[in-house]
Nanobody
Framework: QVQLVESGGGLVQAGESLRLSCAASKTGLTIREMGWYRQAPGKQRELVAVITSGETTNYADSVKGRFTISGDDAKSVMYLQMNSLKPEDTAVYYC?????????RGQGTQVTVSS
């Protein structure tokens, strides 16, 4: 069973930056897509950013220009660089990996942005 472990969350002030990391417990996965989702209290989970094996990226409109997703398929790791954070970015952030066989999701890391 593959596990995804996120790290890098925390409490920051508006305008500051954080870098989230996600590492899989196994390498050599045939990854098709990696992504970050988030869920704020009382809200549905939403897609933040994804990156495909072909390095195509896609972002939620609310984070375009502020967040950058990157990943290394061979090492089964991915990152989310979050700049100019806003209070509305406060949420639990989950990493997600889709391989040719199945999908995995991490346990989440809390990001809190104070105003």
């Amino acid at each position: 069973q593959v596990q995804l472990v996120e790290s890098g969350g925390g409490l920051v002030q508006a305008g500051e930056s954080l870098r989230l990391s996600c590492a899989a417990s196994k390498t050599g996965l045939t990854i098709r897509e990696m992504g970050w989702y988030r869920q704020a209290p009382g809200k549905q989970r939403e897609l933040v950013a994804v990156i495909t094996s072909g390095e195509t990226t896609n972002y939620a409109d609310s984070v375009k220009g502020r967040f950058t997703i990157s990943g290394d398929d061979a090492k089964s790791v991915m990152y989310l660089q979050m700049n100019s954070l806003k209070p509305e970015d406060t949420a639990v952030y989950y990493c997600h990996v889709r391989t040719i066989y199945t999908e995995y999701r991490g346990q989440g890391t809390q990001v809190t942005v104070s105003s």
